[in-house]
């Protein structure tokens, strides 16, 4: 069973700059949800999608969006890109029938902004 | 707001001692997770405790949770180098999840031979 699949694994963006990461989560799973990972905020979520609704979102700006299609696969999007947008994106998947089995996460995208 | 607060965040100990990772959240929450990741690693998923007393055992890893106390530990038994990672714990802010989880800062431990 192929896990949570993120692309890029690595970019490197100019400010001023936009990005779009992709996040194919597992095969039957219609939860999606997206992490920044900052040495200095730590682990800190950004949104969450279902059935290609957000339903809620963390404390980040507007320049932070993303979006879900029908074959549950995401993608976010950031707009302006400052130097404090470096990090390590997450994406993870859940079921929501399987709720036992918790969140299951990608390999990450490493962006840095340079 | 929920706030998840682990202890310590740093831990250097050595092989064969046994010891506990504090995790503290702020509000109602019967769901728990504690995770394990390396460095330039992704998480990878450790323990789902979904109800209060729940208790789950993995080789060396024991979590509990106290959902009373609002309190989760996670126990490493007899240390071995193999178990040198930063492990985070994070809670669900709400009961259907809908708020994404909120995580500690994560205790970064070093098991020396």
């Known amino acids: 069973k192929a896990g949570v699949t993120q692309t890029p694994r690595y970019l490197i963006k100019t400010r001023g700059q936009q990005v779009t990461l992709s996040c194919s989560p597992i095969?039957?799973?219609?939860?999606v949800s997206w992490y920044q990972q900052t040495p200095g905020q730590g682990l800190q979520f950004l949104f969450e999608?279902?059935?290609?609704?957000?339903?809620n979102k963390g404390n980040f700006p507007g320049r932070f969006s993303g979006r879900q299609f029908s074959n549950s696969r995401s993608e976010m999007n950031v707009s302006t890109l400052e130097l404090g947008d470096s990090a390590l994106y997450l994406c993870?998947?859940?079921?929501?029938?399987?709720?036992?089995?918790?969140?299951?996460f990608g390999s990450g995208t490493r962006l840095t902004v340079v | 707001e929920l706030k998840v607060e682990q202890n310590p965040l740093f831990l250097s100990m050595q092989e064969g001692k046994n010891y506990t990772i504090y995790c503290n959240y702020s509000?109602?929450?019967?769901?728990l997770y504690w995770y394990r990741q390396d460095p330039g690693k992704s998480l990878e998923s450790l323990f789902v405790?979904?109800?209060?007393?729940a208790v789950k055992q993995e080789g060396r890893l024991m979590a509990s949770l106290d959902t009373k106390a609002r309190l989760s530990t996670l126990h490493i038994t007899a240390a071995v180098h193999d178990l040198s990672a930063t492990y985070f714990c994070?809670?669900?802010?709400?009961?259907?999840?809908?708020?994404?989880?909120?995580f500690g800062k994560g205790t970064h431990l070093i098991i020396q031979p």
């Open positions: 993870a998947s859940r079921s929501q029938t399987g709720i036992a089995y918790g969140y299951t």
């Open positions: 095969s039957g799973h219609r939860s």
């Open positions: 999608y279902f059935s290609e609704t957000q339903r």
């Open positions: 509000t109602t929450s019967d769901r």
């Open positions: 405790l979904l109800s209060n007393g």
């Open positions: 994070a809670v669900d802010g709400s009961g259907g999840g809908a708020d994404g989880l909120t």
